[in-house]
């Protein structure tokens, strides 16, 4: 099976503009959660979706959105780019089966805000 | 809310050598999953090895292996005959059983073998 892709891989953005990233699940899994990468803050949830719902949000502001197609593909939206929206950001998805708990990571968006 | 403490920051050892990371973490859950991940210098996340909370029998996963102390809320990593393939940032990680696959994370330890 394919691993989860995440794409654009890298991009540049300056503050103020917007941006939305995307990540395309294993084949059958349902879940995908993200995650922001930072040096300062470590590994940090920003939320989860199943069957295109969001079942929990991490605490992070209201630009930070995101969304489930009816093929589990998601995308992550930021708004109003801030410089400290510059990170690693992190999807992973996770099967239904008796291994639900295990989550596989794609590589990673790199987002620079300038 | 959990949280996971690993309490080393880097360390470095010599090929074939065996090295342990240490993780700790705070939860009123009873049943729950802990992870290692391991993230090379090319940033792919994957998983090392799993535990439940539930299971006294510590994980094995090849040369890792996990020694596991509910009771001290302790989750280590033991690696066996390391290589220089086993260079790369270790996360530790806490899921609770109930609600959304919500992984919390450790602040990582940045493990270098050296030849």
């Known amino acids: 099976k394919a691993g989860v892709t995440q794409t654009p891989r890298y991009l540049i953005k300056t503050r103020g503009q917007q941006v939305t990233l995307s990540c395309s699940p294993i084949?059958?899994?349902?879940?995908v959660s993200w995650y922001q990468q930072t040096p300062g803050q470590g590994l940090q949830f920003l939320f989860e979706y199943f069957s295109e719902t969001q079942r929990n949000k991490g605490n992070f502001p209201g630009r930070f959105s995101g969304r489930q197609f009816s093929n589990s593909r998601s995308e992550m939206n930021v708004s109003t780019l801030e410089l400290g929206d510059s990170a690693l950001y992190l999807c992973?998805?996770?099967?239904?089966?008796?291994?639900?708990?295990?989550?596989?990571f794609g590589p990673g968006t790199r987002l620079t805000v300038t | 809310a959990q949280t996971v403490t690993q309490s080393q920051p880097e360390m470095s050892v010599q090929e074939a050598e065996t090295v342990t990371l240490s993780c700790t973490y705070d939860?009123?859950?009873?049943?729950?999953?802990l992870f290692w991940y391991k993230q090379p210098p090319s940033r792919q996340m994957i998983l090392v090895i799993r535990?439940?909370?539930?299971?006294?029998q510590n994980a094995t996963e090849n040369r890792f292996s996990v020694n596991f102390q509910k009771a001290a809320k302790s989750f280590s990593l033991k690696i066996s005959d390391s290589q220089l393939g086993d260079t790369a940032m270790y996360f530790c990680a806490f899921m609770r059983i109930q609600g959304a696959q919500k992984l919390v994370f450790g602040q990582g330890t940045r493990l270098t073998i050296n030849p």
């Open positions: 084949s059958g899994h349902r879940s």
């Open positions: 939860t009123s859950e009873n049943n729950y999953y």
């Open positions: 992973a998805s996770s099967s239904t089966g008796p291994s639900s708990y295990e989550q596989y």
């Open positions: 535990q439940e909370a539930y299971k006294q």
